[in-house]
């Protein structure tokens, strides 16, 4: 590139260098004290805000799905949206005791330095690779797995001309079902009593 001013040029090409100093940089800066969080602390917690930016992301467009929004008034609309943030926190938690069913890893991340990328465990990439658990299984997604639980019911039967015979009867649990439930601390065998109104 060819600058008909020599000074304008320059400068020019100091910027340039200046600029060029920084390339493949990047600098985290805190307000706290160095004994309160070191370096590595410091890079840590700024990488971690990429959980959040995946919950905003669920939160607005997959399974949680908090718009459009259809409330008017702010109260109800920080009802909606605190409505959602638990479902987000009752998921995260769902992921942390399913781990093993889903595209999870469930090895906590190994590095040496915050700054490097950090890598799946060999399990996780087993996973990956097999599309299977170590048990055989499919590995699922939150929304297949989710899916599955959706078929489990609770039903009032009522037997032909005894309408005073009601019981309640729970459907029997899938494979995948039957290893979800302890792993939740669920037992579906104890189920919600129907009250018959009206």
Not at 125 to 130: I, L
Not at 164 to 180: E, G, I, R, W, Y
Request: proline share 7%; net charge positive.
């Amino acid at each position: 590139m060819q600058c008909r001013h020599p000074q304008a040029a320059a400068s020019l090409q100091r910027k340039i260098q200046a600029e060029a100093r920084l390339d493949g940089l990047y600098l985290v800066r805190t307000s706290l004290d160095a004994r309160a969080i070191d370096a590595h602390q410091a890079v840590a917690a700024y990488k971690s805000l990429s959980q959040v930016e995946r919950a905003f992301r669920s939160l607005k467009t997959t399974r949680l799905d908090s718009r459009p929004v259809f409330v008017y008034s702010e109260e109800h609309v920080r009802g909606h949206v605190f409505l959602c943030l638990l479902t987000w926190y009752l998921e995260w938690h769902l992921r942390r005791r399913l781990a093993p069913l889903l595209f999870e890893d469930e090895a906590p991340a190994v590095r040496n330095s915050p700054v490097q990328k950090a890598e799946p465990s060999p399990q996780a990439k087993a996973k990956a690779a097999t599309r299977k658990t170590p048990d055989g299984d499919p590995v699922h997604s939150v929304t297949t797995l989710l899916q599955d639980l959706a078929t489990v019911t609770l039903n009032q039967v009522t037997l032909p001309g005894h309408p005073n015979s009601a019981f309640n009867l729970v459907t029997h649990a899938t494979p995948l079902q039957a290893k979800v439930f302890p792993m939740l601390t669920i037992d579906p065998d104890k189920g919600v009593a129907i009250n018959k109104t009206g």
